[in-house]
């Protein structure tokens, strides 16, 4: 019969990999408040431009307007992975930040692929989404340590009588 104790320790792997993993997603929030945007001399980071294109009502009716949306959400999820994380149920609070890595990785990975370098007077300037995404990568690989570093504690019983 296999019996599992009350707790399960999580190895130094696990630790080191939700260490990673917030490391990570700070990263992804400090991201999203640097230059997203150059116009002339004016830098806007995510939200100054996501107010813009709201306020021209470039995405009305679209369903990009909901990527929108999600993305202004992403500070206050961020803040409840690291509290979840801080509580000690890792395996929740990294199901979570691999979403948000997924989410915030893509984004930014297109504004990075679509950027024209910082040389560019009108476009995507590239720090912000630079940024996001090597913390988006950082949480990802911290995600997956945290599922690899965890060690179950099933005993077996080897006793006597049924």
């Known amino acids: 019969m296999l019996t599992t104790s009350g707790g399960r ?8 990999a939700a260490a990673v993993a917030v490391a990570g997603l700070a990263a992804v929030g400090v ?5 997203w945007v150059r116009s002339g001399d004016v830098l806007r980071d995510s939200y100054q431009s996501i107010a ?3 306020t021209i009502n470039v995405l009305d009716g679209s369903p990009l307007a909901l990527v929108l ?9 961020i803040t409840v992975c690291v509290v979840v994380y801080a ?4 395996r929740s609070a990294a199901t979570l930040s691999g979403v948000v ?3 915030s990785g893509t984004v930014a990975g297109s504004a990075t692929v679509v950027s024209g ?13 630079v940024t996001t995404l090597i913390g988006s990568v950082l949480t990802l690989v911290g995600v997956v340590g945290i599922f690899a570093g965890r060690r179950s504690r099933a005993t077996e019983d080897a006793g006597g009588e049924p």
């Open 9 to 16: 320790p999580h190895t130094p792997v696990a630790f080191a």
């Open 31 to 35: 991201g999203t408040f640097l230059p």
């Open 52 to 54: 813009l294109i709201r």
């Open 69 to 77: 949306d999600t993305w202004t959400l992403l500070i206050p999820v």
């Open 87 to 90: 509580l000690g149920f890792r």
């Open 101 to 103: 890595a997924i989410i």
């Open 117 to 129: 370098g910082e040389e560019v007077h009108l476009g995507i300037s590239s720090t912000g989404p």
